[in-house]
Nanobody, 117 residues
């Protein structure tokens, strides 16, 4: 199983980015898909989740209404659309796949997002 994130970069405050996560080696059946972000100060924290079993989505309070997790039309692709970015959103963003039946999870290598003027 491999997860590959892309789409990170440098963006000005107030700007937008869309992160992509391409998953290979497994289908999404029975998995929850999540985006996490990590900084040296705060560690790694979950920010957006989607349960492929029923389509349920959930967001951390800090990003609710600003970020959207979605499935792409391409097979096994997940996006994180981010709007109104501010410097506090600067972090390494990781895609995660969690299998409900086995509690096994998989991580991508991360993509850096830097919000700065």
């Amino acid at each position: 199983v491999q997860l590959v994130e892309s789409g990170g970069g440098l963006v000005q405050p107030g700007g937008s980015l869309r992160l992509s996560c391409v998953v290979s080696g497994v289908t999404f059946d029975g998995y929850a898909i999540g985006w996490f972000r990590q900084t040296p100060e705060k560690g790694r924290a979950g920010i957006a989740f989607s349960d492929n079993r029923d389509g349920y989505t959930n967001y951390a309070a800090a990003v609710k209404g600003l970020f959207t997790i979605s499935r792409g039309s391409a097979v096994n692709t997940v996006y994180l659309q981010m709007y109104s970015l501010n410097p506090a959103d600067s972090a390494v963003y990781y895609c995660n796949l969690y299998h409900w039946a086995t509690s096994r999870d998989y991580w991508g290598q991360g993509t850096q997002v830097t919000v700065s003027s």
